[in-house]
């Protein structure tokens, strides 16, 4: 079964293209774009889910926007001003990013909806976040010199 194209022009200046399929049928009128309409019902879904995300889970969240809003207000500093101490920047940039990715980690097992760590205790899960954090930042305190 193969995909008819119908071109409808009633009037010249509105263009409407349908597009049959079997027995689908979209239309798309030009110069009136829905995105918005599909951006809107995309945030709005994405809203229902994220109000049903458990409080531990929101509180990661807001601890990773804020090192990754800190990697940024860094990045912005260095353009005004300028980056004199270069190993200072990257350490305070990588510091962040690299708290931000652990965090990340860290959201991933403790998750109940993530069947591969299912095993894993939430003890265990941020036990090795702190570790892993101990580590980074010894090695950012070492670059720093």
Same mark, same amino acid.
């Given at each position: ?60 969240? =807001? ?6 809003? $800190? +990697? @940024?207000?860094? #990045?912005?500093?260095?353009?005004? %001003? ?8 990257? =350490? ?6 690299? $708290? +931000? @990715?652990?965090? #990340?980690?860290?959201?991933?097992? %403790? ?18 976040? @702190? ?7 010894? %090695? ?6």
């Amino acid at each position: 079964m193969g995909i008819t194209f119908h071109i409808r022009r009633p009037n010249p200046r509105s263009q409407t293209i349908t597009v049959l399929a079997g027995t689908q049928k979209s239309e798309k009128k030009m110069g009136r774009s829905t995105t918005s309409k599909d951006a809107q019902a995309l945030f709005h879904s994405l809203h229902s889910a994220y109000v049903a995300t458990p409080t531990k889970l929101k509180i990661i969240d =807001s601890y990773i926007m804020f090192a990754v809003v $800190t +990697a @940024v207000i860094q #990045v912005v500093y260095m353009a005004i %001003v300028g980056s004199f101490p270069f190993n200072s920047f990257l =350490s305070g940039v990588l510091s962040c990013i690299g $708290t +931000a @990715v652990l965090a #990340v980690c860290l959201r991933i097992q %403790v998750n109940k909806e993530n069947k591969e760590f299912k095993d894993l205790p939430p003890e265990r899960a941020f036990a090795d976040f @702190v570790l892993c954090n101990l580590v980074l930042h010894l %090695v950012i305190m070492n670059f720093l010199g």
